[in-house]
């Protein structure tokens, strides 16, 4: 069935890393594609999102490409802060018809250390 | 900023007892929705509302939850006889059309069922 995969965490990083948290998806067509972020004691937030291939999504110095070919949507920062400590979550948009409901993956629990 | 609110923030309730989650859309919106993410595991759809109905749901979402919109501001998700496997965040969502990807999320509700 249709589903978002992305990466096992925690991912633990020093400040100014390079991070890349993986997210592959499987649908019949092209869905819209977002990442969500959850800080501490926060609802999901919207980080960025694609709705076509080939688009880049950015915030926040957050970046994701929407690769039809390998049907993934990896979310990539240059340099981390210690801010940037969440849960991020790839959620895939639905195909067809409806009311659009997104299907979220597990979420990628992110600790970045001073 | 608007934003869309949900009480209470954590609930321990007993096996068998109803449970009713509370959410205040953002007040232009249209369009709400429940979530559910049991510790560990994805964020998942429980069902949709529009125009006073029920317009999607899942297999989650059996005879033991509904949904109301009982005033112009808040939108409730009840559970009338609450299992251990309930225990879960609950998240309530909402957006104004369908043509925007966003979905604005409350913080949730942790229901722990004992």
């Known amino acids: 069935g249709d589903s978002v995969t992305q990466m096992e965490g925690p991912v633990t990083l020093s400040e100014e890393a390079f991070l890349t948290i993986n997210c592959t998806y499987t649908?019949?067509?092209?869905?819209?594609l977002f990442w969500y972020v959850q800080y501490p004691g926060e609802g999901l937030q919207l980080l960025l999102k694609a709705t076509k291939a080939d688009d880049k999504g950015s915030n926040k110095g957050f970046e994701a490409t929407y690769r039809k070919e390998t049907t993934s949507f990896h979310l990539e920062k240059g340099s981390v802060q210690v801010s940037d400590s969440a849960v991020y979550f790839c959620a895939r948009g639905p195909t067809g018809a409806g009311s659009y409901q997104l299907t979220f993956g597990k979420g990628t629990k992110l600790s970045v250390i001073p | 900023e608007p934003e869309v609110t949900q009480t209470p923030s954590h609930q321990v309730t007993q096996m068998g007892q109803e449970v009713i989650l509370r959410c205040v859309p953002i007040?232009?919106?249209?369009?709400f929705y429940w979530y559910r993410q049991i510790l560990g595991q994805k964020v998942e759809f429980l069902v949709s509302?529009?125009?006073?109905?029920?317009?999607?749901k899942s297999e989650i979402f059996d005879d033991q939850f509904s949904v109301e919109r009982p005033d112009g501001s808040n939108f409730t998700l009840k559970i009338r006889s609450t299992k251990l496997e309930d225990s879960a965040m609950y998240f309530c969502a909402s957006r104004y059309d369908l043509t925007t990807g966003e979905l604005f999320f409350g913080e949730g509700s942790r229901l722990t069922v004992l």
């Open positions: 509302f529009y125009n006073n109905e029920i317009s999607e």
């Open positions: 007040s232009n919106h249209l369009y």
């Open positions: 649908a019949t067509g092209y869905p819209s």
